[in-house]
């Protein structure tokens, strides 16, 4: 096996990285199934910091806490959100995600079409697989390592 230089190599990684992510990319058969990145952003937003209040909301994304009322009280009818009035002040209540809104949020994220590329795997030889993996780790390893040339914070 013939050595290759570092510059062959990061080529043929981009071709192949390429590649890779035209077999592998989720593709959305019906846009109208996938929720509208305002949703995913609500549905995230609320996974990094908890139950919110409407008010805390609406100040957060910008919006009147009218329109956002009837955005959330559409979640909720899909089962995405839940909200409890505040035992403390019957006026606020406390908005948070459900497991089905956790989870779609987590589909909406995701960028690899994970069935299809089980499928693909287990067409490869186990060690074939474990390899890969090492290998994909160890150049993450050694990317984390290396410097941008306009961020001297990075390593």
């Known amino acids: ?19 890779l992510y035209r077999h592998a990319v989720r593709r959305i058969d019906d846009a109208r199934s996938a929720p509208s990145p305002e949703t995913t952003a ?3 937003h609320l996974a990094q910091i908890g139950p919110a209040t409407l008010t805390e909301l609406a100040r957060h994304f910008d919006r009147a806490p ?3 009322s009837a955005k959330i009280d559409a979640l909720e009818s899909d089962g995405l959100l839940a909200r ?14 459900t497991a089905e809104g956790r989870r779609r949020m987590s589909d909406a994220l995701d960028v690899l079409d994970a069935p299809r590329v089980a499928r693909a795997a287990s067409r490869l030889d186990p060690a074939l697989r474990e390899s890969l993996l090492h290998g994909l780790h160890a150049l993450i390893g050694a990317l984390a390592a290396t410097a941008f040339p306009d961020d001297g914070d990075r390593k």
Request: aromatic share 12%; charged share 40%; net charge negative.
């Open 1 to 19: 096996m013939s050595r290759m230089d570092t510059e062959d190599f990061a080529a043929r990684f981009g071709d192949a990285y390429r590649e």
């Open 84 to 97: 409890q009035r505040d035992e403390d002040d019957a006026r606020r209540s406390w908005i948070w995600l």
């Open 66 to 68: 009218s329109t956002l």
């Open 42 to 44: 609500l549905l995230l």
